[in-house]
């Protein structure tokens, strides 16, 4: 996201727990062109003062706390980031500067085992973790502000979004991270959970482009950003490993230890709402995802070698 707003001209101002660690961490197209302020997720004084100082026309909140495997652990930890954090920003919004937009990055956690599917914006909310609760909490929370206070607050319910940047600890990253490794001689097997597993996969880079999209319209709203389409995990390593040339079925093994229960429907969203009133369609295709991501692990692994 930072990216793209420096792309478009603006000045990004990033709110983090510690400016100085951040800025250690930051990526090289970033580092010099953003600035960092300390942000207490805890504190609605505290934010009420950065917003009061920086005058933002645009706020972007991506802060969340765990998701995957580790979404049900530390449920307060989650409902304290994930939700409550939210309301606080917004109250801090209004009152500092009710003009200010925001947009909310929620999941499609919050549908949880989905009544119906593909689910859009109009699918009951049924979430089945503390991290989904807490997306939800928010939710609810921006369209109670936006009808008592009129703030300019939209959330954009993400399905799964992936990039090469992808933290090590979810399931897209540890296939192209692994059979990098595997292609360079560096491991023999990969294992994991079901492979038949479905889930909608798209482009980290599509997605923020929505998210801004939604903050250039003239009224508030709530859009599902996905790709509509689901593949399983098993296709995610044909894909990842055929790249490399090889088969991933002399690789990668079935974990029964790993399995996650399987929905009760298929998890794939919807995107009508976001391509009829944004204009709005994912660019990168689910394959050319993949094989992105294995190549960024391919020279990743071949750096660490030398």
Same mark, same amino acid.
């Given at each position: ?14 709110? #983090? ?5 951040? +800025?250690?961490?930051?990526?090289? +197209? ?26 933002? +026309? ?31 920003? @917004? ?121 801004? @999209? ?9 859009? #599902? ?20 040339? @090889?088969?991933?079925?002399?690789? #990668? ?18 995107? @009508? ?16 995802? #993949? ?16």
């Amino acid at each position: 996201m930072a990216e793209l707003l420096l792309k478009k001209g603006y000045r990004v101002v990033g709110a #983090v727990r510690d400016p100085i660690d951040a +800025t250690q961490r930051l990526l090289p +197209t970033l580092s010099g062109h953003i600035e960092l302020v300390k942000w207490d997720m805890h504190s609605s004084s505290a934010m009420s003062q950065v917003l009061a100082s920086v005058k933002p +026309t645009e706020f972007y909140n991506f802060a969340a706390y765990s998701s995957g495997a580790g979404m049900y652990d530390d449920p307060v930890g989650m409902i304290e980031v994930n939700g409550l954090a939210v309301v606080r920003t @917004l109250e801090a919004i209004r009152l500092v500067d009710g003009g200010i937009r925001f947009c909310q990055a929620s999941s499609r956690e919050v549908f949880g085992e989905a009544l119906e599917s593909p689910q859009s914006e109009l699918t009951q909310r049924h979430p089945r973790s503390p991290y989904g609760a807490a997306k939800s909490l928010a939710d609810t929370m921006i369209e109670i502000y936006r009808q008592r206070h009129g703030i300019f607050a939209s959330s954009a319910i993400l399905f799964n979004h992936e990039s090469p940047r992808r933290g090590m600890s979810f399931v897209t990253r540890k296939i192209t991270y692994e059979a990098a490794r595997i292609k360079r001689g560096l491991a023999r097997e990969l294992y994991l959970g079901n492979l038949d597993a479905q889930r909608d996969w798209g482009f980290a880079g599509d997605y923020v482009q929505a998210m801004w @999209l939604m903050l250039q319209q003239s009224s508030p709203g709530d859009f #599902v950003v996905c790709t509509g389409k689901a593949h399983s995990v098993r296709d995610f390593c044909e894909y990842a490993f055929g790249h490399l040339d @090889l088969d991933y079925k002399n690789y #990668v093994k079935e974990d029964e230890a790993s399995f996650r229960r399987a929905e009760p429907v298929l998890l794939v969203g919807s995107a @009508l709402k976001a391509e009829r009133e944004l204009g709005w369609f994912p660019e990168i295709g689910f394959r050319k995802l #993949v094989e992105d991501m294995v190549d960024s692990d391919l020279r990743l692994v071949s750096a660490v070698e030398i």
